[in-house]
């Protein structure tokens, strides 16, 4: 086999529930991953040694050095099988840059399985995750896809069943926002405000809108305490927010880190007209309507 193509998902978090810094440097988080039909593609070809060329939006944001976490990927799974293996990795980019959308680490969870392929080893899934959950918190779910609730870092999974299709709108925002800063904001708002950080806990109405399919309920129960955070740090996406929620979303919300904004539609035609207004008014410079959950990494 010379080339194999695998597609793999951005990720909204409907919940990032964000416990006190751990001495590991880490937070114990409650994180509700919700997978979306925005896409990146990675095609691995046969070479003789690991390399990476990306295409598409934002192409020119993302390094191609040994920084890149597909090729972090690809190496491990080399590692991993004991061999010395090359791949010419080729990344079709559509999920924003540092925008809070697991772009990267859907790259390396599509690395993985192209690789894995292209390689022939035949490793399962359970193999994969665990090489994944050492590349990054977000990589093991954009091997999984669909919706499902992250502990610890957010690597420890499990999977959660929805009731439907839920339609949203994604404004990215000009220039990313580092997750490393963003947590650090976030720790430092604590500690000036002295208030104790609690535990972090699921939030059960969250999950009931999940599994009946109730979007109504869903949109007023969409958190993330990186919110402020992310805010502090950018300003100016507290009016593309507000934007949206004028404009009829159900629930907007700071993707992840950010600083992509998120908006719960009604249906595909309001997710359609929304985008449409958010771009048409100057609220935001583009904005897309997709869909969740869908798949993870899978071949095509």
């Known amino acids: ?21 751990r001495e590991d440097g880490y937070h114990d988080l409650v994180n509700v991953f919700h997978a979306v039909s925005i896409f ?17 939006d934002w192409s020119d944001q993302v390094p191609t050095d040994g920084s890149n976490l597909a090729i972090r990927a690809a190496q491990a799974l080399a590692k991993h099988a004991g061999r010395t293996y090359g791949a010419d990795l080729v990344i079709k980019k559509a ?16 690395a993985l399985v ?34 499902a609730v992250g502990t610890g870092r957010g690597e420890q999974l499990c999977e959660l069943p929805t009731g439907g299709t839920f339609h ?7 220039g990313g926002l580092s997750t490393a800063n963003v947590y650090a904001e976030c720790d430092r708002l604590r500690e000036e405000s002295g208030v104790e950080v609690s535990w972090p806990k699921l939030n059960d109405s969250l999950m009931e809108a999940l599994g ?31 934007a949206g929620r004028q404009h009829g979303a159900l629930g907007a919300i700071v993707s992840g880190s950010g600083p992509t904004c998120a908006f719960l539609a009604i249906d595909a035609t309001h997710a359609r007209d929304l985008a449409g207004s958010l771009t048409a008014t100057g609220a ?5 309507a997709a869909h969740g959950p869908v798949q993870g990494a899978i071949l095509v």
């Open 1 to 21: 086999m010379s080339s194999v193509t695998v597609r793999v998902p951005a990720k909204v978090n409907v919940q990032l529930s964000v416990g006190p810094l």
């Open 284 to 288: 935001a410079r583009t904005a897309v």
């Open 95 to 110: 999920i924003p840059v540092a925008g809070g959308m697991a772009g990267g680490s859907a790259d390396a969870a599509g």
């Open 212 to 242: 009946t399919g109730d979007v109504y309920a869903l949109g007023s129960h969409l958190s993330n305490d990186l919110q402020v955070a992310a805010l502090n740090l950018r300003p100016d996406l507290a009016a593309t927010l507000d």
């Open 40 to 56: 990146d593609e990675v095609v691995a070809k046969e070479s003789e040694s690991i390399t990476v060329q990306v295409t598409g």
């Open 114 to 147: 192209a690789c894995n392929e292209l390689w022939g080893l035949g490793l399962p899934l359970e193999d994969l995750m665990e090489i994944a959950g050492d590349l990054g918190s977000d990589v093991p779910f954009s091997l999984m896809g669909g919706t």
């Open 168 to 174: 949203w709108v994604f404004a990215p925002a000009d």
